[in-house]
């Protein structure tokens, strides 16, 4: 077909016309205006009251754990935040104007929780989940903004982050947003009680627990229709949060309310890796919020609502030594040196009331992975108060871990042997030594 200069000219003039237009669409899509900056406000314009209740919401949120490097100034930043993509740092939120959120004003503060858009316009990486408080309403928010500018000013920058090449480029985050932020808000449901809708609003907003308990797809975003089935966090599995928890049926709202106010359930386990802080964090909270999140969790791990088995009867699990010494010999000296002054049925650590090993939900659990990090990482309190367990990651090698632990599930389960034990505990420790 032969084209005349005519044709060509309309062709080009009509790709010219596709190219601007997308650029255009683009651009509205990525751009954010800058919000004015406002002089620091001084503390004592803010009512008090305010402030102790944006205390406790900044609470739930565990705002303080990401935004708080190791042996830092607290909401100073800089912690690292390793990811799938690379390591994020998290920003300075304390009432620094230059390398904080002094200058920030109450409307920029909220684009920023529900939106990911800072003062400037840049766009915010979503390791801050402002898919979740989207949730918040407005007064929690001021609250928690009330707080934050009550804090001590610390004047620190924070670090590069350490991305996979390209996704440095901020303006791509409009488009992860444009997929996968869904700003909704939060709607009580009428036919669920008062402490549940309280529950939900907040494990849903600041909790935001389905930032850790749901799986996510390939380009980072929460699989929808999949919330609270079980994802990873920090090297950690979180485990499922509704009836496809292995354990669920010796979870109840009691029991959860321990495990969350206490960081520790005689029924289950202590809380470790990063469920460590957010126990501690909570063991702060008032008893009226985190049973409300204890009833609602329940409910979603019982949709039907039936009767959990009590704490008691899931103390009736059997310490099967004999059997678990036979095939594992070295183990069971093993656990007598490393292990039995904490671990041992009679041992004191049990009798005062902490977990039993036989009734250790990542002893019993399907992937090992839990169980190898705990004897890797160990178990340390995040504050003064809490379980530890030392890490034996320098002083095992990887057989002797491996075995230590088929031991331990051969003696304190009913479970089968975890298939590939040694494999997983080598690239375990290699992923920790990134």
């Known amino acids: 077909m032969n084209l005349s200069k ?22 509205w899509i990525v751009y954010e205006p800058a919000l004015s900056e406002i002089a620091r406000p001084s503390p004592s314009s803010f009512d ?18 990401c935004h708080t490097a190791p042996n830092g100034a607290p909401f100073a930043g800089a912690r690292a935040l390793p990811t799938p993509f690379g390591t994020l740092f998290s920003d300075n939120i304390t009432p620094d104007e230059k390398t904080g959120i002094g200058a920030w004003s109450l409307p920029a503060f909220s684009r920023a929780m529900r939106q990911g858009v ?69 709607e009580p449901q009428a036919n669920e009680s008062a402490e549940w809708n309280r529950g939900k609003y907040l494990a849903d907003g600041l909790a935001h627990c389905g930032g850790c308990h749901t799986p996510r797809n390939l380009a980072g975003g929460e699989e929808r229709g999949r919330e609270f089935a079980g994802g990873v966090a920090e090297g950690w ?49 008032n008893d009226a919020d985190v049973r409300a999140i204890a009833v609602y969790i329940a409910s979603q791990m019982h949709p039907a609502r039936e009767a959990s088995p009590s704490v008691a009867a899931v103390e009736t699990a059997s310490d099967n030594r004999s059997t678990a010494a036979a095939t594992h010999p070295e183990a069971d000296l093993l656990f007598e040196g490393a292990c039995s002054g904490c671990h041992a049925p009679r041992a004191p650590m049990n009798i005062i009331g902490r977990p039993l090993l036989s009734t250790a939900s990542d002893l019993r659990a399907d992937d090992p992975r839990n169980a190898v990090q ?17 890490s034996f990651s320098s002083s095992m090698t990887d057989r002797q871990l491996t075995d230590l632990l088929a031991y331990a599930r051969a003696r304190f389960t009913d479970k089968p042997a975890w298939p590939n034990l040694e494999a997983t505990v080598g690239d375990i420790r290699k992923e920790n030594a990134q």
């Open 6 to 27: 005519r044709h060509l000219a309309i062709g080009a003039a009509f790709v010219s016309a596709l190219i601007v237009t997308g650029l255009g669409i683009a651009a």
């Open 48 to 65: 008090r009251g305010l402030v102790a209740k944006g205390e406790q919401l900044a609470t739930v949120g565990d705002c303080i754990v």
């Open 118 to 186: 800072a003062r400037d316009g840049s766009h915010l990486y979503p390791a801050l989940p402002y898919e979740h408080f989207t949730h918040v309403s407005d007064d929690d928010l001021e609250a928690i903004y009330a707080f934050l500018m009550t804090r001590q000013p610390v004047s620190q920058p924070a670090p590069e982050n350490q991305l996979l090449p390209g996704l440095g480029f901020r303006p791509l985050l409009a488009g992860w947003k444009l997929l996968f932020l869904q700003q909704t808000a939060f």
């Open 237 to 285: 599995n979180a485990p499922a949060l509704d009836e496809t928890n292995p354990s669920a049926a010796s979870w109840n709202a009691d029991s959860l309310f321990a495990y969350l106010k206490t960081g520790s359930d005689r029924g289950h386990s202590a809380a470790g890796g990063p469920m460590g802080p957010v126990a501690e964090g909570l063991s702060r909270l």
């Open 374 to 390: 705990t004897l890797l990482q160990g178990i340390v309190p995040p504050g003064e108060k809490g379980a530890y367990m030392p």
